[in-house]
């Protein structure tokens, strides 16, 4: 992708990983990327932390720019989008990461056809291990999803879905995911402790052992099973470790998570936002 001027609406968490990602990228000049906040305060925290323009005034933020990443909470969307919309044009690509917030949603607010990419990424994007998907909305074409994947890359894995209807499911898997894995880790965290072992060491151990597995599921291609029976000797010491987790159910447990979070996911979107 060749550099663009990009306007980030909202420097919280996500937006912050972002601007850090495509500066480092070099996807943005320093001087062609532009941010926003709601208060002047966090404005100017965000000025000091990032070395690049933050503003309150989102007219003025968006105008002219070849991209704008709408990072705000998807209760503040319809305002934003409201603010935003006179000074938009078609010429421009709006990416929105609002959760449970549909690209039809967004473009009816800007009442345009102003392509739109709708994108799901997740916290570990602040350490460029992030995963998002991004699927586009009805007036986005090829290369406007070129853009996304080059930015959501700066900041980690980016995959494609084409059906809308499953972002829902990539919320519920890859947006909450971390969430899930930080219990994953406590626990057996927990389990060391029990053993015997210092909390600290337990924790480090435990986290290694999640983040060593899924660098392994992604750099093998491998079947996570094929890769469970790698380290499961027969008679060994993991099979039993692996009965106690099928009798307390954390395969079962783990579907569920995925399958209720979908169900919030499509009941915020009905709603939304
Ligand atoms: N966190 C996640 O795991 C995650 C994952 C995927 C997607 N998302 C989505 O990403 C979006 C942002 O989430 P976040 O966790 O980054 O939120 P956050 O940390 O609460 O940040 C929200 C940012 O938006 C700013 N803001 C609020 N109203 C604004 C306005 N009218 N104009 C400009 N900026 C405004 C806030 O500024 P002030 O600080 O001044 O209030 C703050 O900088 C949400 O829609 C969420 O659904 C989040």
């Not at 000074?87 to 102003?114: D, H, M, N, W």
């Not at 809308?164 to 965290?189: H, K, N, Q, R, W």
């Not at 995925?258 to 499509?266: C, D, F, H, I, N």
Request: with cysteine.
């Amino acid at each position: 992708m060749s550099q663009r001027n990009i306007a980030i609406v909202g420097l919280g968490t996500i937006g912050t990983a972002l601007a850090k990602g495509i500066l480092k990228a070099k996807l943005a000049p320093r001087e062609g990327l532009v941010g926003s906040t709601a208060h002047p305060e966090t404005a100017k925290a965000a000025e000091e932390r990032l070395g690049i323009p933050v503003t309150t005034d989102n007219r003025a933020l968006v105008q002219g720019k070849d991209t704008v990443i709408l990072a705000v909470k998807p209760k503040t969307v319809p305002k934003v989008l409201s603010e935003i919309r006179d000074v938009l044009t078609p010429k421009q690509l709006l990416i929105s990461v609002a959760a449970a917030t549909t690209t039809r949603f967004v473009e009816e607010g800007l009442g345009k056809p102003i392509p739109v990419v709708r994108a799901m990424p997740n916290t570990p994007c602040q350490i460029g291990l992030g995963m998002t998907a991004i699927c586009p909305g009805r007036y986005a074409r090829p290369e406007h999803l070129e853009v996304a994947r080059a930015i959501f890359s700066s900041v980690g894995r980016v995959a494609q879905v084409e059906d809308e209807e499953l972002m829902d499911a990539v919320t519920a898997l890859s947006g909450s995911g971390p969430a899930y894995a930080y219990i994953i880790i406590e626990a057996l965290s927990e389990g060391g402790v029990k053993m015997g072992l210092p909390r600290k060491l337990a924790t480090e151990l435990a986290a290694q052992a999640i983040l060593g597995g899924a660098a392994l599921v992604l750099d093998s291609g491998q079947h996570p099973a094929l890769l469970k029976d790698d380290v499961t000797t027969p008679a060994g010491v993991t099979i039993d470790g692996l009965m106690a987790l099928e009798e307390g159910g954390l395969r079962v447990a783990l579907i569920k998570a995925v399958m209720a979070a979908t169900e919030r996911g499509k009941a915020l979107s009905k709603n939304s936002p």
